[in-house]
């Protein structure tokens, strides 16, 4: 399904950019893991996947920096000779009350989550504008749709995803270049992980399919929007919720 392509992965090291990095090498792509600080998961995934006979690269960039996201994409064409695949998957939470949420804790996620995928996006289309081909996947949230208590910082990003991706998608048509979002509801990884017990129940009574997603769920659909397969689709945010918004 991806034979031959090149694509990069924000936040790779673990949770569903780990999974979206692995389906993808499944597929047969060659893939860039970007990784901040998860340098040991990192080093465990390349050895994953090199003994499922994939092709992979780690490049160490906080992507919330212009200068790193430019130096992530430059590594990736320096090794592989080009870039088909973008997957802005790094995000964090800072959830907290808005009585109390700090201005910190509101420009990290919004340096993250928004500017570090505008970044990544910006230097990435530069390279496949000339390719006249490409697919940028953006890691949104149902919650930048329906909104949630505690996370005025994280739904305002995510919203924000939405609308840059819907912007870059009718910028970058006439070169071939499809930018679609994936808006996932709850999904079982180390950023879930920490919400207290009653939450989680509460969240599950709430989803119809009765149970939190799996990392690899997202990676499914992130692949399918990454192939030639979704080559008419664009602009278009793929909720993967268990029916949790509809
Ligand atoms: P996670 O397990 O907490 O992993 C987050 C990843 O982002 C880590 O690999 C981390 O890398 C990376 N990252 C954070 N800041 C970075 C930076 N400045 N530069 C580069 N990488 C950075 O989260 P997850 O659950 O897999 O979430 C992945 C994406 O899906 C996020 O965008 C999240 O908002 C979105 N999402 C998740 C859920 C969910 O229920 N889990 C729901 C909706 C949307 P290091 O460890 O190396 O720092």
Redesign the pocket.
């Known amino acids: 399904m991806l034979n031959g392509k090149t694509a990069i992965i ?9 999974a979206i990095a692995l389906e993808f090498i499944k597929y047969g792509a060659k893939v860039v893991v ?5 340098i040991k ?2 080093e465990e995934l390349l050895e994953t996947i090199r003994e499922a006979g994939g092709e992979a690269i780690a490049v160490q ?4 920096k212009e200068e790193e996201a430019k130096q992530l994409v430059d590594a990736a064409v320096k090794h592989f000779g080009r870039l088909d695949i973008l997957v802005n ?5 800072k959830d907290t009350l808005m009585m109390r949420m700090s201005e910190d804790d509101f420009s990290s996620v919004i340096d ?2 928004l500017k ?1 995928t505008f970044f990544c996006m910006k230097h990435a289309s530069n390279v496949m504008l000339k390719q006249r081909s490409g697919k940028i996947i953006n ?5 930048g749709i329906t909104g949630n208590a505690g996370q005025v910082n ?1 739904a305002a990003s ?1 919203a924000g995803v939405i609308g840059m991706t819907k912007s870059a998608a009718r910028e970058l048509a006439i070169r071939g270049i499809t930018v679609n979002a994936v ?10 992980d920490v919400l207290p017990e009653k939450i989680k129940e509460a969240t599950v009574a709430n989803i119809p399919l009765k149970r ?2 799996a ?1 690899n769920e ?1 990676a499914g659909a992130v692949s399918f929007l990454a192939s030639e397969a979704a080559n008419y689709i664009t602009g278009q945010v793929l909720q993967v919720d268990g029916g949790m918004v509809m």
């Open positions: 924000t936040g790779a090291g673990r949770g569903i950019g780990r970007n990784y901040r600080n998860s998961q990192v960039a906080d992507i919330s998957n790094a995000g964090i939470t993250i989550n570090g890691l949104s949230s149902v919650v994280y995510k808006a996932p509801g709850f999904i079982q990884t180390e950023m879930t939190f997603g990392a997202v």
